[in-house]
């Protein structure tokens, strides 16, 4: 408790990042007429660490208003030029990352400092943002765990998933699924967050021994675990 009221997010880091969205959002507007700039991810559900990336979309007027797809891999790199050559990035930090299932440009806001990943054309993160909510409400300890996994994960490089680690929506989904699975829990026999190391340890040893991400998914509403080649045209999040 003590190092997650450390760590949890300060009112003036909450402020220097809403300024980030904002100012991102003036600039890119105007730049790229009609779009729009919102944020996703562990900043709006209140669950990042101070040197947290900010994860952020720009979807145009097409999408917002059909779902009909304007930005692709090109705007990528439109965007990229234009951060490389105005103020908002540090030059050198600017990299697009075409590869991965969801292509990002990824820089460091020179105002801030921050690391910043941008996406495309895509709103399932903003539809999880009130989902978080409901969930911190549901599981006062959720924001707790994740805290202090998130943490153990950077320590070790483990938090991109860019490069093979587990971001913050998939620690959120793990903590969430484990207490929904927890019998103790669901009988109200625990009060998760008057356990909380006994939490950890069985998060850590679930999933570190006991769960096959190869074989198994978690799906959260309603809670169940299902096997994944028997839901293979569904899309999922895979780690």
């Known amino acids: 408790m003590d190092f997650y009221h450390f760590v949890k997010p300060l009112k003036f880091e909450q402020t220097i990042r809403e300024k980030l969205v904002e100012d991102l959002h003036g600039r890119i507007s105007y730049q790229f007429h009609g779009a729009e700039i919102q944020s996703f991810g562990s900043f709006p559900a209140g669950l990042y ?4 990336d900010m994860d952020v979309v720009m979807m145009s007027k097409d999408f917002r208003q059909s779902g009909r797809v304007t930005y692709n891999k090109s705007t990528l790199f439109k965007l990229r030029n234009y951060l490389y050559n105005s103020d ?23 105002l801030t400092g921050l690391r910043v990943d941008m996406s495309f054309e895509n709103d399932t993160g903003l539809v999880a943002n009130e989902t978080f909510q409901q969930y911190k409400k549901l599981y006062p300890a959720m924001p707790i765990l994740v805290t202090v996994i ?13 490069n093979g680690g587990i971001g913050g929506f998939s620690v959120i989904c793990l903590v969430v699924s484990l207490l929904q699975h927890m019998p103790q829990v669901q009988s109200k026999n625990m009060v998760p967050e008057h356990h909380l190391g006994e939490m950890l340890m069985e998060f850590l040893n679930y999933y570190g021994n006991e769960f096959n991400p190869q074989t198994t998914g978690i799906q959260l509403v309603p809670p169940a675990y299902f096997e994944k080649v028997s839901v293979a045209t569904i899309p999922m999040v895979f780690f």
């Open 49 to 52: 660490l101070p040197t947290a």
């Open 150 to 162: 998130k943490h153990l994960l950077t320590m070790r490089g483990l938090n991109e998933p860019v």
């Open 88 to 110: 908002l990035a540090i030059r050198d930090s600017v990299e697009c990352i075409t590869s991965a299932k969801v292509p990002l440009v990824k820089y460091v806001d020179k």
